[in-house]
């Protein structure tokens, strides 16, 4: 049987070609205005998610 993808992992994470798993910096959406130049450079990269959450959203996404 086949599984399945939890859609709320898949609309926040993803997983890079080396298998890492990527996910959006917190606080971006809005009031933004105040942010330093450096700050707002920052908010838009993406971050690597810790290791030890790494196996658990994973599982979620079981085809990357």
Known sequence: MKQKT??????????????KVR?????????NAKDTGEETRRKHAAKNVTSSDQGRIKDLLPYG
């Not at 996910?23 to 009031?31: E, I």
């Open 23 to 31: 996910r959006r910096v917190v606080h971006q959406s809005h009031f």
């Open 6 to 19: 939890k859609q709320a992992a898949r609309k926040r994470f993803n997983i890079s070609a080396r298998g």
